[in-house]
């Protein structure tokens, strides 16, 4: 083989993002690699923002997002889509990343045309197939039709031996997302929102919120406002900034709570850029996102997570994150610690973040050349 023949496919926000340092690494390798790009859409206006961000132009664009678009039609218009695209384009591999319906449904495609596929953050596991839903089993079903997986850590790499993976086939690389946020971040970072840079971070504590997850959705999320409510009531130097999310149960319910408090920002969602600029000033974060919970450590920001499992259990073990769940006393309760325990809060922030070291799409890259002979030395291994 002279040149590898790589097609990256995602759809999503989150997905590009941490792809978006993969494919400036592998374009950055024309000698021996070539890389195109087929986005799916599966979010349309969220992923052309980091598209542009980044400067990466897509060959193949499936546009398939739809009015509330359910995942039989995300799924079955990627696999339709890209079926076209794969018999055009007969890459040696699929590079797919994580968890989402656009990521299964590639790596199913790749398969019924014998392709090999590359799952990149490959190995996350929480055991419960319903939470993250439908998160969770596309991370397995990803896994089980790789043929190269990337493990972001060791830990990732271990669940992966546990389900009977080949170890010759697992690179434990760092989390691509890390690459991403090194790039992106900038000391003196001016927003050009008259509410974010009229927030004085200096003086204000301020928690940065998102939520989002279908499992949260109702009363869930109607506790974890009421928490944040009394929490902004009772310190004085604590705003929130939440970008609300685009779907309406979100929005109505964080409207009914919060909604006109003094102190509370909700704003539209923001762009990759002024969103990880926001975590990089602020006190801490509390999410029900997965991949914040890589990202904030890295800046020493504490973060509670707002869920009940997580998938990765690293950043809990190593003391960056909480898991907080949606219950409306502990969530206070948590806040409550962190604003008031010196202690905790700095026993947090400066903990050592497991996720990476901004150099996985280099280890990814000559993983992949390794892989397929083009180098003989199979790189080294991100280790905490």
Known sequence: MDK??????????????????????????????????????QHREMLD???????????????????????????????????????????????????????????????????????????????????????EMNRK????????????????????????????????????????????IRDNYVFGDPVLDGIDFQKKRVLVVTTHRRENLGDPLYSVYCALKSVVERYPDVEVVFPV?????????????????????????????????LMNKSYMVLTDSGGLQEEAPSLGKPVLVLRDTTERPEAVEAGTVLMAGTDRDVVNRACTELLEDAG????????????GDGKASGRIAAGLEHFFGLSDRKPEEFTV
Do not use: W
């Not at 978006?20 to 690699?33: S, T």
């Not at 039709?145 to 760092?174: Q, S, W, Y």
């Not at 905790?344 to 996720?355: R, S």
């Open 4 to 41: 590898l023949k790589v097609l990256a496919v995602f759809g999503t926000r989150p997905e590009a993002i941490k792809m978006a340092p993969l494919v400036k690494e592998l374009q950055n390798r024309p000698g021996r690699i070539s890389c195109k790009v087929a986005v799916t859409a």
């Open 49 to 135: 923002q980091v598209l542009e961000l980044f400067d990466i132009k897509p060959a193949y664009d499936l546009n398939i997002m739809l009015p509330n678009q359910t995942l039989y039609e995300i799924t079955t218009r990627a696999l339709t889509g890209l079926n076209e695209i794969l018999e055009q384009e007969k890459p040696d591999i699929v590079l797919v990343h994580g968890d989402t319906t656009t990521t299964f449904a590639a790596s199913l495609a790749a398969f019924y045309r014998q392709i090999k596929v590359g799952h990149v953050e490959a190995g996350l596991r929480t055991g419960n197939k319903y939470s993250p839903y439908p998160e």
């Open 141 to 184: 079903l990803t896994g089980t039709l790789a043929d190269i997986h990337f493990a972001p850590t060791t830990n990732a790499r271990d669940n992966l031996l546990k389900e009977g993976a080949d170890p010759g086939t697992i690179l434990v690389t760092g989390n691509t997302v890390i690459d991403a946020l090194m790039a992106t």
């Open 245 to 277: 999310h685009k779907n309406p149960k979100v929005r109505e319910m964080a409207e009914s709570v919060l909604g006109g408090l003094p102190g509370v920002h909700l704003i539209d969602p923001l762009e990759y850029s002024p969103f990880v600029n």
């Open 344 to 355: 905790k809060y700095k026993m947090m922030a400066n903990a050592v973040n497991p996720y």
